[in-house]
């Protein structure tokens, strides 16, 4: 069974920096892709950036390309989201997720298309 935890959120001033975690268990996670989603209140689930656990693909929203990095640690079966420059909109419950096809272009940052999901952590921006 696949399981998805999320840590690292908390509250941080505009301009800070912020680094968020996914710890990945339950499979071998070779031919998938991950991805980090964000939820701010009222609002829809968003997609934030996506890499491939077996090559070094990645692809990001631009609300946060040149701010944001995603990165994965293969040994250990983790993922990160280096955040930096945080702004008080980039204020949401963070979560990770997981698709079973890595090879994914079209839908890639809908959320349907992801199996997994971690319980989220939330991330605050003050002004």
């Known amino acids: 069974q696949v399981q998805l935890v999320e840590s690292g959120g908390g509250l941080v001033q505009a301009g800070g920096s912020l680094r968020l975690s996914c710890a990945a268990s339950?499979?071998?996670?070779?031919?998938?892709?991950m991805g980090w989603f964000r939820q701010a209140p009222g609002k829809e689930r968003e997609f934030v950036a996506r890499?491939?656990?077996?090559?070094?693909?990645?692809s990001y929203a631009d609300s946060v390309k040149g701010r944001f990095t995603i990165s994965r640690d293969n040994a250990k079966n983790m993922v990160y989201l280096e955040m930096n420059s945080l702004k008080p909109e980039d204020t949401a419950v963070y979560f990770c997720?997981?698709?079973?096809?890595?090879?994914?272009?079209?839908?890639?940052?809908?959320?349907?298309?992801?199996?997994?999901w971690g319980q989220g952590t939330q991330v605050t921006v003050s002004s």
């Open positions: 997720a997981a698709d079973d096809d890595e090879t994914r272009i079209f839908g890639m940052r809908y959320a349907q298309y992801y199996t997994y």
């Open positions: 890499i491939r656990w077996s090559r070094p693909w990645t």
């Open positions: 339950g499979d071998t996670f070779r031919n998938y892709a």
